[in-house]
C-alpha cells in the first residue's frame, strides 16, 4: 500500500509564497503521472495541475498559470508544488495523488 503524505501548507499573506511537498512511501512517481487537487470550503475539488512520470509534461489549470509550479524528484520520491504570488482564492486543502493514491491533504490559507 503506498501512502502519500503532503506538506508544507500554512497561513501566508497575499502576494506570498509556499512550497507543497508529496512524499511517496514507494516509487509510485516514477510510474505514474502526479497531481495536485485542491478543496476550497464549500466547493467541490479541483484539479491544480499534473505532472508526467518524466516530469516532461506538465499542465495547469488557468488560474494557477504563471503562479504555481510543479516538480518532482523521483530519487527522492516527491511531488513539488512552488505556489507564487499567492491570492485568498487560492485557500484550500491540498491533495496530491498518483495512480490511485491520494495524499490526506495539507491546508493553504491566504489571507487578504
Known amino acids: 500500500q503506498v501512502q502519500l503524505v503532503e506538506s508544507g501548507g500554512g497561513l501566508v499573506q497575499s502576494g506570498g509564497s509556499l512550497r507543497l511537498s508529496c512524499a511517496a512511501s514507494?516509487?509510485?512517481?516514477?510510474?505514474?503521472?502526479g497531481y495536485w487537487y485542491r478543496q476550497a470550503p464549500g466547493k467541490e475539488r479541483e484539479f491544480v495541475v499534473s505532472?508526467?512520470?518524466?516530469?516532461?509534461?506538465?499542465s495547469y489549470v488557468d488560474s494557477v498559470k504563471g503562479r504555481f509550479t510543479v516538480s518532482r524528484d523521483n530519487a527522492k520520491k516527491t511531488m513539488y508544488l512552488q505556489m507564487n504570488s499567492l491570492k485568498p482564492e487560492d485557500t484550500a486543502v491540498y491533495y496530491c495523488?498518483?495512480?490511485?493514491?491520494w495524499g490526506q491533504g495539507t491546508q493553504v490559507t491566504v489571507s487578504s
Open positions: 514507494g516509487n509510485i512517481f516514477s510510474r505514474n503521472t
Open positions: 495523488r498518483a495512480g490511485l493514491f
Open positions: 505532472i508526467t512520470s518524466s516530469g516532461g509534461s506538465t
